[in-house]
C-alpha cells in the first residue's frame, strides 16, 4: 500500500483552499480524501466516505461545530469543497439517544442539520462519522480488508492481524442501524486506531489529516502482508484465442440482452468488455458456480451489479446455435432474479417494487467479462466493480473461504431507498442506449451529424481519412475517433471491429464520406470516374454490408443512413463524376430498404443542395455559380425560400430519419426547396 501523502502538496492545497475561503482543516480534508480515492485499492466509483469536525460560521455569522461530510454519491477522487456538505454537530449528536428511525426521516433530519439548505445530500454514514469523537475520519472498502473480513472467521482472522489495535464491528445494514450499533463496540474500546466493519470495510480516524490518512495506509498494508502470506497468486495465463470472430460473438450477445418496447424499439445496452488473466483464471475455477452465487464483497457493489452476474455458456462455431442457448441462459437469469425478489420482499416491511431484471455483470467463458450498462459510463462502473470484485474474491480463496453477507441482508440494500437514489435515473435521451458510426464526420455534415446524435444520447464514433479532425471531433462529443479510408475494405472492417470491441455493436450508421469530382461527361478522365465511383459508391456499399452484417447478429434491427445529393435526381451541368455515382447510391439505400427490411434495418437517405462544406468549398461555390450564370450569393440561396441550407440542417434531417421507426426507402430533400430535385 503506497503511502501518497507530500507536503508540499498539502501546501498547495491548504493556500488554493485559502483562496476560495476555506479554513486550512477542509482543504486537507479534500486533500487526503482525494489520494485516497485515487487509489483503486481503497474505493472504487462513490465508495466510502471521509468527514472533518471544524467551525464554520451560519447564515448570521456565528461561529459553528460543524462536521462536513462527503455527499452522497461524490467521487472521492474529484471531490471539492460542494462535495462536503455542513451539518450541525449538536443535532447530529442528539441522535446518539435515538435508538431507531426509518430511513426517510432520518434523512430529512439529516437535512434539516444542514449549514447550508442548498447542500447535496450527506453521506448515509454521516451519524457514525458524528457520533465518533475523532476529528478526521477516513473510511474506505479497500480490497485486501474486503478479503480478510469476508471470511466465515472474518473477526478471528482481524485479530491475528491486527491485535486489539482495531475494534472489529459485526455487519449491519448501512445507516442509521450500523451507526448505533458502530458507536457502542467504540465506546468498549475508546483506544482503539481504528474500526473494521465485516463485510463491509474500514475506518481510521485522527486529530490531523496527516494522521487519519497513514493509519488507513499502515492498516490496510497490514492486511495485503496477511493475504500475500497465504498464498501465491492465481496462476498468470496467456488469453486465449476466441473460438470465433469477437466481431460476430459481443454484438449477439448484445442483442440477447436487448428487449423490444414494440413497434420496432428496442432497449438496448450498452457493453464494456474485459479481459485478463486474472479474469480467465477466475471464469477456469472449478469453484465459478459457487463464487459467482454470492460474490457481493461490499454491500455497496449490488446497487450497481445486482446479487449476482450471468454466467453463460462459450461460444462455438455455431454462432446461431450460441445465440439460442443464449436466449435460453438469459430467461433462467431472469427467472432466478424474480424468484430472489418475490423470497426476500415478502419479508420486508415495506413494499417494494421490483428493478429490472437484465443482468449488469456478463462472463462469458473464452471471451471475457462485460459491463452493461444504459451508458458507456455505467458500463464501464460495472465492469470496473466486478472485475474488481474478482481481485478480492482471489485474495479471499487464498485466505480461506470467501463468504458473503446473507442474500436477505444482499436484498435490503439492493432495495434501500438511500442506496437506489445514487443511481436512479429519469427517462434517458432519444438514442441513449444506441451506437452510431458516422463517416466523414471530422467536418461539414459528418460534423454537425455526429454532434447531434451526441446530443441526443447516442454514443458515437467518428470515422475521417483526417485522424486529427476525428480525434478533435469526438473528444468533444465523448466519442470514439478512428482514421479510416473507407474505400479501403479492410480499414472499414477494422473500424467496425474496434467500435464493436469499444462498445458491443451498432445500431445507426450515417454513410456521409464523399467528394466532389467535376467535367463534362463526354470528356472525363475514366479514372478520376472510377475514382469518384470507388468513394461516392463503392465505399457506401462497403460500410452498409458491414454494418448490416453486424445488425443482423444483434437482431434488434438497425438503420442505414446515406448522405446522396440533389445530384442524384436532378443533375447539373458539367457535374457527372459525382452526379453518377451518387445516382447509384441512391438506388443502393432503396436496395438495402427492400432486402433488410424484414431484418427490421431501416435505409434512408438525404439529398442536400449547396451545403458549404470541405466538398462544396468556395473555389467550387464560384464555379458551380459561373456554370449556372448567376451570382454566388443567387447560387447558394437558389431555392424555393431563397436561404442557404447549412450543415446542421442536413443534421437535423438525418436525426428526424434515425427516430422515424416506419420509415424506409425514402429521400428526404434538404435543399430550400428544389421542385426540379424532387424524388418523382
Same mark, same amino acid.
Given at each position: 500500500?503506497?503511502?501518497?501523502?507530500?507536503?508540499?502538496?498539502?501546501?498547495?492545497?491548504?493556500?488554493?483552499?485559502?483562496?476560495?475561503?476555506? *479554513?486550512?482543516?477542509?482543504?486537507?480534508?479534500?486533500?487526503?480524501?482525494?489520494?485516497?480515492?485515487?487509489?483503486?485499492?481503497?474505493?472504487?466509483?462513490?465508495?466510502?466516505?471521509?468527514?472533518?469536525?471544524?467551525?464554520?460560521?451560519?447564515?448570521?455569522?456565528?461561529?459553528?461545530?460543524?462536521?462536513?461530510?462527503?455527499?452522497?454519491?461524490?467521487?472521492?477522487?474529484?471531490?471539492?469543497?460542494?462535495?462536503?456538505?455542513?451539518?450541525?454537530?449538536?443535532?447530529?449528536?442528539?441522535?446518539?439517544?435515538? +435508538?431507531?428511525?426509518?430511513?426517510?426521516?432520518?434523512?430529512?433530519?439529516?437535512?434539516?442539520?444542514?449549514?447550508?439548505?442548498?447542500?447535496?445530500?450527506?453521506?448515509?454514514?454521516?451519524?457514525?462519522?458524528?457520533?465518533?469523537?475523532?476529528?478526521?475520519?477516513?473510511?474506505?472498502?479497500?480490497?485486501?480488508?474486503?478479503?480478510?473480513?469476508?471470511?466465515?472467521?472474518?473477526?478471528?482472522?482481524?485479530?491475528?492481524?491486527?491485535?486489539?489495535?482495531?475494534?472489529?464491528?459485526?455487519?449491519?445494514? +448501512?445507516?442509521?442501524?450500523?451507526?448505533?450499533?458502530?458507536?457502542?463496540?467504540?465506546?468498549?474500546? &475508546?483506544?482503539?486506531?481504528?474500526?473494521?466493519?465485516?463485510?463491509?470495510?474500514?475506518?481510521?480516524?485522527?486529530?490531523?489529516?496527516?494522521?487519519?490518512?497513514?493509519?488507513?495506509?499502515?492498516?490496510?498494508?497490514?492486511?495485503?502482508?496477511?493475504?500475500?502470506?497465504?498464498?501465491?497468486?492465481?496462476?498468470?495465463?496467456?488469453?486465449?484465442?476466441?473460438?470465433?470472430?469477437?466481431?460476430?460473438?459481443?454484438?449477439?450477445?448484445?442483442?440477447?440482452?436487448?428487449?423490444?418496447?414494440?413497434?420496432?424499439?428496442?432497449?438496448?445496452?450498452?457493453?464494456?468488455?474485459?479481459?485478463? *488473466?486474472?479474469?480467465?483464471?477466475?471464469?477456469?475455477?472449478?469453484?465459478?458456480?459457487?463464487?459467482?452465487?454470492?460474490?457481493? !464483497?461490499?454491500? /455497496?457493489?449490488?446497487?450497481?451489479?445486482?446479487?449476482?452476474?450471468?454466467?453463460?455458456?462459450?461460444?462455438?462455431?455455431?454462432?446461431?446455435?450460441?445465440?439460442?442457448?443464449?436466449?435460453?441462459?438469459?430467461?433462467?437469469?431472469?427467472?432466478?432474479?424474480?424468484?430472489?425478489?418475490?423470497?426476500?420482499?415478502?419479508?420486508?416491511?415495506?413494499?417494494?417494487?421490483?428493478?429490472?431484471?437484465?443482468?449488469?455483470?456478463?462472463?462469458?467463458?473464452? !471471451?471475457?467479462?462485460?459491463?452493461?450498462?444504459?451508458?458507456?459510463? /455505467?458500463?464501464?462502473?460495472?465492469?470496473?466493480?466486478?472485475?474488481?470484485?474478482?481481485?478480492?474474491?482471489?485474495?479471499?480463496?487464498?485466505?480461506?473461504?470467501?463468504?458473503?453477507? &446473507?442474500?436477505?441482508?444482499?436484498?435490503?440494500?439492493?432495495?434501500?431507498?438511500?442506496?437506489?437514489?445514487?443511481?436512479?435515473?429519469?427517462?434517458?435521451?432519444?438514442?441513449?442506449?444506441?451506437?452510431?458510426?458516422?463517416?466523414?464526420?471530422?467536418?461539414?455534415?459528418?460534423?454537425?451529424?455526429?454532434?447531434?446524435?451526441?446530443?441526443?444520447?447516442?454514443?458515437?464514433? @467518428?470515422?475521417?481519412?483526417?485522424?486529427?479532425?476525428?480525434?478533435?471531433?469526438?473528444?468533444?462529443?465523448?466519442?470514439?475517433?478512428?482514421?479510416?479510408?473507407?474505400?479501403?475494405?479492410?480499414?472499414?472492417?477494422?473500424?467496425?471491429?474496434?467500435?464493436?470491441?469499444?462498445?458491443?455493436?451498432?445500431?445507426?450508421?450515417?454513410?456521409?464520406?464523399?467528394?466532389?469530382?467535376?467535367?463534362?461527361?463526354?470528356? !472525363?478522365?475514366?479514372?478520376?470516374?472510377?475514382?469518384?465511383?470507388?468513394?461516392?459508391?463503392?465505399?457506401?456499399?462497403? !460500410?452498409?454490408?458491414?454494418?448490416?452484417?453486424?445488425?443482423?447478429?444483434?437482431?434488434?434491427?438497425?438503420?442505414?443512413?446515406?448522405?446522396?445529393?440533389?445530384?442524384?435526381?436532378?443533375?447539373?451541368?458539367?457535374?457527372? *463524376?459525382?452526379?453518377?455515382?451518387?445516382?447509384?447510391?441512391?438506388?443502393?439505400?432503396?436496395?438495402?430498404?427492400?432486402?433488410?427490411?424484414?431484418?427490421?434495418?431501416?435505409?434512408?437517405?438525404?439529398?442536400?443542395?449547396?451545403?458549404?462544406?470541405?466538398?462544396?468549398?468556395?473555389?467550387?461555390?464560384?464555379?458551380?455559380?459561373?456554370?449556372?450564370?448567376?451570382?454566388?450569393?443567387?447560387?447558394?440561396?437558389?431555392?424555393?425560400?431563397?436561404?442557404?441550407?447549412?450543415?446542421?440542417?442536413?443534421?437535423?434531417?438525418?436525426?428526424?430519419?434515425?427516430?422515424?421507426?416506419?420509415?424506409?426507402?425514402? @429521400?428526404? *430533400?434538404?435543399?430550400?426547396?428544389?421542385?426540379?430535385?424532387?424524388?418523382?
Amino acid at each position: 500500500m503506497k503511502n501518497r501523502w507530500s507536503d508540499a502538496e498539502a501546501r498547495r492545497w491548504i493556500q488554493k483552499g485559502r483562496a476560495l475561503g476555506l *479554513p486550512e482543516d477542509v482543504s486537507l480534508r479534500i486533500y487526503t480524501t482525494r489520494i485516497l480515492g485515487e487509489d483503486p485499492e481503497l474505493v472504487l466509483h462513490g465508495g466510502g466516505n471521509t468527514s472533518v469536525k471544524t467551525v464554520l460560521p451560519d447564515a448570521l455569522g456565528r461561529e459553528t461545530e460543524v462536521i462536513c461530510v462527503k455527499g452522497s454519491g461524490w467521487d472521492m477522487a474529484k471531490i471539492q469543497a460542494a462535495g462536503l456538505p455542513a451539518l450541525r454537530l449538536d443535532l447530529l449528536r442528539e441522535l446518539r439517544g435515538v +435508538p431507531e428511525m426509518d430511513d426517510v426521516r432520518m434523512m430529512k433530519y439529516l437535512r434539516g442539520a444542514l449549514l447550508d439548505p442548498g447542500a447535496v445530500n450527506p453521506s448515509v454514514e454521516t451519524l457514525l462519522h458524528a457520533f465518533l469523537p475523532h476529528k478526521f475520519i477516513d473510511h474506505t472498502h479497500a480490497n485486501a480488508v474486503l478479503a480478510v473480513v469476508n471470511q466465515p472467521d472474518g473477526e478471528k482472522i482481524c485479530r491475528r492481524i491486527y491485535g486489539d489495535r482495531l475494534v472489529v464491528v459485526p455487519y449491519n445494514m +448501512p445507516g442509521y442501524p450500523l451507526a448505533h450499533v458502530a458507536i457502542r463496540y467504540f465506546e468498549s474500546r &475508546p483506544d482503539a486506531e481504528g474500526m473494521i466493519l465485516l463485510h463491509h470495510g474500514i475506518f481510521t480516524w485522527g486529530e490531523t489529516a496527516k494522521e487519519a490518512y497513514e493509519k488507513m495506509i499502515r492498516f490496510v498494508g497490514m492486511a495485503e502482508s496477511f493475504v500475500r502470506s497465504k498464498g501465491k497468486k492465481p496462476g498468470r495465463t496467456r488469453p486465449s484465442h476466441l473460438a470465433v470472430n469477437s466481431t460476430e460473438v459481443i454484438p449477439a450477445l448484445r442483442g440477447v440482452l436487448a428487449s423490444s418496447l414494440g413497434d420496432g424499439d428496442w432497449r438496448r445496452w450498452i457493453l464494456d468488455r474485459r479481459d485478463s *488473466p486474472s479474469i480467465r483464471a477466475f471464469m477456469a475455477s472449478a469453484d465459478l458456480r459457487r463464487l459467482t452465487g454470492s460474490s457481493v !464483497v461490499t454491500p /455497496e457493489q449490488v446497487i450497481r451489479n445486482k446479487p449476482f452476474p450471468w454466467v453463460t455458456s462459450a461460444p462455438g462455431s455455431d454462432l446461431e446455435a450460441w445465440r439460442r442457448r443464449l436466449r435460453n441462459e438469459l430467461s433462467a437469469y431472469h427467472t432466478k432474479y424474480e424468484t430472489y425478489f418475490r423470497k426476500n420482499a415478502k419479508q420486508s416491511r415495506e413494499k417494494k417494487t421490483p428493478l429490472d431484471s437484465t443482468p449488469r455483470v456478463v462472463l462469458v467463458p473464452g !471471451v471475457g467479462l462485460f459491463g452493461v450498462g444504459r451508458s458507456a459510463a /455505467e458500463a464501464k462502473v460495472s465492469a470496473d466493480v466486478y472485475e474488481n470484485s474478482i481481485h478480492i474474491l482471489q485474495k479471499a480463496e487464498a485466505v480461506g473461504r470467501f463468504r458473503s453477507i &446473507p442474500e436477505r441482508e444482499i436484498f435490503e440494500v439492493e432495495y434501500w431507498s438511500l442506496e437506489q437514489a445514487k443511481v436512479a435515473k429519469g427517462p434517458g435521451p432519444v438514442l441513449g442506449g444506441q451506437i452510431a458510426v458516422v463517416t466523414g464526420g471530422g467536418s461539414g455534415i459528418g460534423e454537425a451529424t455526429a454532434r447531434l446524435l451526441a446530443k441526443v444520447g447516442a454514443l458515437v464514433a @467518428v470515422w475521417d481519412r483526417d485522424g486529427g479532425a476525428a480525434e478533435r471531433v469526438a473528444k468533444e462529443i465523448g466519442g470514439l475517433a478512428l482514421r479510416c479510408d473507407v474505400t479501403q475494405p479492410a480499414a472499414v472492417e477494422a473500424c467496425f471491429g474496434k467500435v464493436v470491441a469499444k462498445w458491443g455493436g451498432v445500431d445507426l450508421v450515417v454513410s456521409n464520406a464523399g467528394a466532389a469530382w467535376q467535367g463534362r461527361i463526354g470528356e !472525363v478522365d475514366g479514372q478520376l470516374l472510377r475514382q469518384s465511383f470507388e468513394l461516392n459508391f463503392f465505399a457506401h456499399q462497403t !460500410v452498409a454490408q458491414n454494418a448490416v452484417q453486424i445488425m443482423r447478429r444483434q437482431g434488434t434491427g438497425g438503420c442505414l443512413l446515406f448522405n446522396v445529393s440533389k445530384q442524384a435526381v436532378n443533375p447539373g451541368p458539367d457535374f457527372g *463524376p459525382y452526379g453518377l455515382p451518387k445516382a447509384s447510391t441512391f438506388f443502393l439505400l432503396r436496395q438495402y430498404a427492400v432486402d433488410y427490411g424484414k431484418d427490421g434495418i431501416r435505409s434512408n437517405g438525404v439529398n442536400a443542395d449547396r451545403i458549404r462544406t470541405g466538398l462544396l468549398t468556395d473555389r467550387m461555390i464560384r464555379e458551380r455559380s459561373r456554370a449556372r450564370g448567376m451570382s454566388e450569393q443567387e447560387y447558394m440561396g437558389g431555392n424555393l425560400l431563397q436561404r442557404e441550407v447549412q450543415a446542421h440542417d442536413v443534421a437535423e434531417a438525418f436525426l428526424a430519419l434515425a427516430l422515424a421507426q416506419k420509415t424506409t426507402g425514402a @429521400v428526404l *430533400p434538404v435543399d430550400g426547396g428544389n421542385i426540379a430535385a424532387a424524388p418523382r
